[in-house]
């Protein structure tokens, strides 16, 4: 019996060498991928400003003042889920897309719309801490707009 206790405690000593092992690769490991998000993000913060954390909720009125005296670059985005009613009517200059993540890092103001504003909350939620500009998300979407009386092509 006296033989296998050298085995039992080698076994013993081995898994901790083993464990210690994996414990330290794993813990290179995040420190490894920390230090890379970080620069990675600190570099991106440099080049293009403060990230943007949060969104507004934005009436047509305010909408279209904003529209008429803006001095950036603004992103007008119907986000309805077919394009055929894009097609059918938009507010003047907007795009469509359904995929917020096309407007990740991007340094302009986007104003967000649908059809009734509220699937346009989702997208805006989607674009914060993504984006380094104004994010708008237009309050009653395109039915608001036009019985605000504002054109549309």
Not at 64 to 83: A, G, P, Q
Not at 119 to 134: A, P, Q, R, S
Request: with cysteine; proline share 3%.
């Amino acid at each position: 019996m006296d033989t296998d206790q050298p085995d039992v405690k080698e076994n013993k000593k081995l898994e901790r060498i083993v464990t210690i092992v994996l414990v330290l690769i794993i813990v290179i490991a995040l420190i490894f991928l920390s230090t890379d998000f970080f620069w990675a993000n600190k570099s991106n913060l440099s080049n293009e400003g403060t990230i943007t954390t949060s969104y507004s909720f934005i009436f047509p009125e305010t909408a279209y003042e904003f529209m008429k005296n803006t001095n950036h670059n603004l992103t007008i985005v119907d986000m309805r889920s077919c394009k055929c009613k894009y097609d059918g009517e938009h507010i003047p200059g907007a795009i469509w897309n359904v995929n917020p993540i096309s407007f990740y890092n991007t340094t302009d103001d986007l104003l967000v719309y649908d059809e009734l504003g509220v699937d346009n909350i989702g997208f805006c939620e989607n674009l914060v801490n993504h984006t380094y500009g104004k994010i708008l998300c237009l309050q009653g979407g395109i039915e608001a707009w036009k019985n605000a009386g504002y054109r549309i092509e």
